[in-house]
């Protein structure tokens, strides 16, 4: 045994996340995978639980090319305070392995990924390693940060660990790793047992959820204290293909572990050695393996630390729906919230700003311009309002509040397009403007905030200007519901999470009478240079998608206003109403779960549907179902670049827009077949329809010629020039507010 005792340590652990492995479904990363009732995904419960048991700090290790995604779609815990920081691994290391040898694919193994996240590691103090698709309880982590604050005499690691029965899975063998006990309580060895099951299977009634968060049921998860008692062994492999039968009730290892950076050195000194044998292309470097040899080799001891805590982890698809329903369980019990990171009002979603971004005291602003983007929508129209994902992008064209803020609480803005200056109070009823003045748009913003519990004691004066096309259903509206937001929260010295500030601002902007969905006000909030977002709802989450190189969307105005704060309100007021009226005659609780049907099960809702509903409705219905689809099938499409694919679904989606939900126009379709013609993959409208304007996907070297088409043979004939003709697009980042 080497090295002094450490010293007092006092620092509290931060928890490395181990989430670069290689395993994807549905064409999203696994360890992101929706499984909580709100939408949460095991990993964020991982950062829930371990907060509250105190650790401060997450590393997320990830794959250079998932890290982006990862950004994206855990934004929600950065806004409500959690210390996440991300290290990459990659198969280069620079002291380690500068040079990976060439046909090597496979990343080097959780061992190394620990050693990727080292440097970003505080220096001093403990940190604990798991895994980003387990399950592990709350009291996992409790006891972890309790033992890591007082360790045993030379233990440098720590491991936890679960009765092994309670850790098979109803679906097919496992692979765990089996500990050795010592007579102190210590780690002997740890053996990597392969295709673990019982021996005889115990069935066993369903258990509920303790208050705490321990041991949820796991139907399947052959689990619970007495099927161990009952079950006699558990049989298996080892990984040289030796038969293996252990105890039922042995300390099975899953992944979670407590160590000191002491151990990272010895951690490099194997891992180099590991290197120097030449692993081929496949063999892997893991911690369990390591930790195991180094207690072996009497380098260090690891502390064992069984917890009754129930563990779920996904190894099957069938284990899936099983961790869905306990986590549903433990919702409904109270343990946590369905949506771990946004609340409807309170501290962690509204926030007083005291620091600048650059960590230094904010001083009051008195001036600021905000700047919200629209957006196209590249597939997935009319269905926002019915909870379906769809995919638009910001645009490079925004609406621009540049404001001084005003001691007293009230908006002042002086003259825009025809309907002149306004003031309204914000310390009185914000009454609604006639219909169709911009500064419902405004009032709409200023109302949300303020039922959302944000106070607002200071107000804005000040100009709105902007690039974005004016009721070109380019989404300028909800840009400037976005603008005033931010500009009012400025003033205030306030922040709100950016998908809670859009899901409120999307409730608010229905102030103007439209009943409309979430997808302009995320989309304006959340855009992502180089990247379309794909939004879900229910709650409101944001994906990024990278658009290829070389492709380009052209953006088409028919040039005529689809004015939804006038005549268009009624039509679009009306679709919602029966695409509600659709669903609710088939006995559907939700249209999520129409789209995300098998095919099988698909044909048959639509067989239903076709007999069921009157024609309209049937055609309305159509569209939504198979739109919902076409999303899905896009940005499948968008991450393979296979963008012939994205065209024919941007097609169909505007025949279906056109003759199920009878939402085009002739110009429109003028536009489409004009721009297909001169050589684009694909053209829709986009947006709400009822005029506004069509986007053609091209590639770039095409695009001027499907620009020069458009302008001889749809602009020319209505004498338009200048600024009405077509523009390219570009993905752009979301709003931001400066001083
Ligand atoms: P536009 O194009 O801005 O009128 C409207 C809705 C969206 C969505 C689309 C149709 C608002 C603010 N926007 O967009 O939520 O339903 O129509 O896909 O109501």
Redesign the pocket.
Known sequence: MRGAEPAARPERPTLVILAAGRSTRFGRAKQLEPVGPGGASLLEYAVYDAMRAGFPRFVLVVRESQRDEFEARLAPLRTAGVGLSFACQRLAHADLVPLPPSGRVRPWGTGFAVLAAAAALPRRGPFAVCNADDFYGRAAYENLTRALAAPPPEVRALTVTYPLADTLSGSGGVSRGLCEVQSDGTLRRMTEGLDLHLERHVPRPMSGAKSTGARPAVAGHAAGPESTAAASAVVGRTAAGMPLRVGADSQACLGLWGFYPEVLPLLAERFRAFIAGDPGDDEEFYLSETVSDLVEDGRMRCGLLPTEEGWMGITFPGDRAEVAASLRELTEAGVYPADLWTRSVGPASVRRRTETPHGRRSRAPSRGVATAPGRI?LI??????NGLP?LPMALDRDVRFTFEVLREPAVELDGAAAHGPFAFRLDRPIEPAPQGHWSNYVRAAARGLLDHGVELKRGIGGTVAGTVPVAE?L?S??ALVVASALALLHANEMEVDALELAALLARA?RFVG?R?????QAASLCGAKGHALRIDFDPLRVTIVPVPEGWRWVVASSLAR?E?AGAAREA?NTRRSQCTEAIERLGRASWLEVVDADEAEFASVMERARRALPPTLWRRFRHVAREGRRVTEAEAALRRADMAAFGRLMNASHASLRDDFGVSTAALDEIVDVALDAGAAGARL???GFG?SAIALCRASVSDGVIAALRDRFYAPRGVVGDRLPFVATPSNGATVTS
């Not at 997935?380 to 309002?385: K, L, P, Q, R, V």
């Not at 409309?516 to 302009?520: I, R, Y």
């Open positions: 929508n997935g129209e009319h269905i926002d309002y769809v259903g989404s509206s909800s902007e439209v409309g969905g979430g997808m302009d689809a939804k679009y986009t947006g709400a506004g």
